[in-house]
């Protein structure tokens, strides 16, 4: 792995983490800006390095260093919001495999659609089994996703865009470096 890979690699392991802190809480979950930054790891690093960055991250965090939304450490397993920070992963190396042979906004935005239903096939069923295997708290199907994904993807939709709109030229810019 070259240099520019490894540094580029942490930043956006870095900026999901700060995006982490960029939050909303809402329901069970928060809004941040995590999703926003593994789209744009994925379409500016490709799926392997996009994947890793976030891997990293998630690695990061369950070792103990507190940088999930609501702390860290390997207990977070039992969180009902870890399912999506492991579903950042293949999230990544979805947006990324289909960005890499073309970088426009329209491509950036379906990618980052299949990404975000990647993402959501990961965190709301391991919601869903956290909640009520876990915690016992009894919710039904239609309750789970309303809390986990429903009221969130208005604000999805919108990081979607500035990710289609910030993409090509940030990718324009990287590739200047």
Known sequence: MKTRDMILTALFAALTAVGAFIRIPLGISTITLQFLFTALAGVLLGAKLGALSQAIYVALGL?????????????????????????????????GKLTENDRSAKRVALACFAGLAALYAVGVPYMGVIVNAYM???????????????????????KIALAALAAPRLARALERT
């Open 63 to 95: 070792l103990g260093v507190p940088i999930f939304a609501s702390g860290g450490g390997f207990q977070y397993v039992f969180n009902p919001t870890f399912g999506f920070l492991a579903g950042l992963i293949p999230t990544a190396w979805i947006i």
């Open 136 to 158: 016992g708290r009894g919710l039904t199907l239609w309750q789970i996703l309303k809390s986990g994904m429903i009221i969130y993807l208005p604000g999805d939709c919108l």
